[in-house]
């Protein structure tokens, strides 16, 4: 059975910058496309940023591009959301996925962010 483990999550202040890790060596890692999402209360999950299974293309939400990063570690089957410049409007519980575990809504536990003064 497949387990996305994500950690990294924390409260930060505005402006701050947050790392977070997802990985599972369970999951044929470096064949999939990786996704981070992200769900606040009473929301649905919202896609922020995919990456191709090498690496060499990626895809943000608006609302992030230029302050998010996603990047891979094939290697350690292990994917990344770099998040600089964080604002309280992207305080929400984190989740990486693949796009087919999230097409059939199964879910990791998650890691929160919490960004406030």
């Known amino acids: 059975q497949v387990q996305l483990v994500e950690s990294g999550g924390g409260l930060v202040q505005p402006g701050e910058s947050l790392t977070l890790s997802c990985g599972d060596s369970r999951l044929a890692f470096s064949r999939n496309r990786m996704n981070w999402y992200r769900q606040a209360p009473g929301k649905e999950h919202e896609l922020v940023a995919s990456?191709?299974?090498?690496?060499?293309?990626?895809h943000y939400a608006d609302s992030v591009k230029g302050r998010f990063t996603i990047s891979r570690d094939n290697a350690k089957s292990t994917v990344y959301l770099q998040m600089d410049n964080l604002k309280p409007e992207d305080t929400a519980m984190y989740y990486c996925?693949?796009?087919?575990?999230?097409?059939?809504?199964?879910w990791g536990q998650g890691t929160q962010v919490t960004v406030s003064s």
């Open positions: 990456i191709t299974p090498t690496g060499r293309v990626t």
């Open positions: 996925n693949t796009p087919g575990l999230a097409y059939v809504d199964s």
